[in-house]
Nanobody
Framework: EVHLVESGGGLVQPGKSLRLSCVAS????????MAWFRQAPGKVREGVAA????????GWYADSVEGRFTISRDNDKTVNLQMNSLNPEDTAVYYC?????????????????????WGQGTQVTVSS
């Protein structure tokens, strides 16, 4: 059985930083694609950042977080999201996602439909 467990959420003031982590279990070969999504109240879940096993140190980012957030992997089962210069618009529940690969032709890395496995989410609140 697959489990993704997020940690690191909380309340932070605007301009500050927060680091999220996600540890996956249940698939011995590890996950080829891992990503972070977020969902604010009343909004659809959106892709924030994604990374694949083949793109070491290089991620895909939503325009709204480019230059502020950095995704990284410790190994095939752990993904982190370093969030800097946070603002109130970043307030949301953040979800870790994973899926297997590689896939012929690649995937749309920030499309939630591409991902099979999901964590339960961790709340991030940016407020003064």
């Amino acid at each position: 059985e697959v489990h993704l467990v997020e940690s690191g959420g909380g309340l932070v003031q605007p301009g500050k930083s927060l680091r999220l982590s996600c540890v996956a279990s249940g698939y011995t070969s590890g996950y080829y694609y891992m990503a972070w999504f977020r969902q604010a109240p009343g909004k659809v879940r959106e892709g924030v950042a994604a990374i694949s096993r083949s793109r070491i140190g290089v991620g895909w980012y939503a325009d709204s977080v480019e230059g502020r957030f950095t995704i990284s992997r410790d190994n095939d089962k752990t993904v982190n999201l370093q969030m800097n210069s946070l603002n109130p618009e970043d307030t949301a529940v953040y979800y870790c996602a994973a899926t297997n690969g590689p896939r012929l032709g690649g995937i749309a890395p920030l499309d939630r439909k591409e991902y099979t496995y999901w964590g339960q989410g961790t709340q991030v609140t940016v407020s003064s």
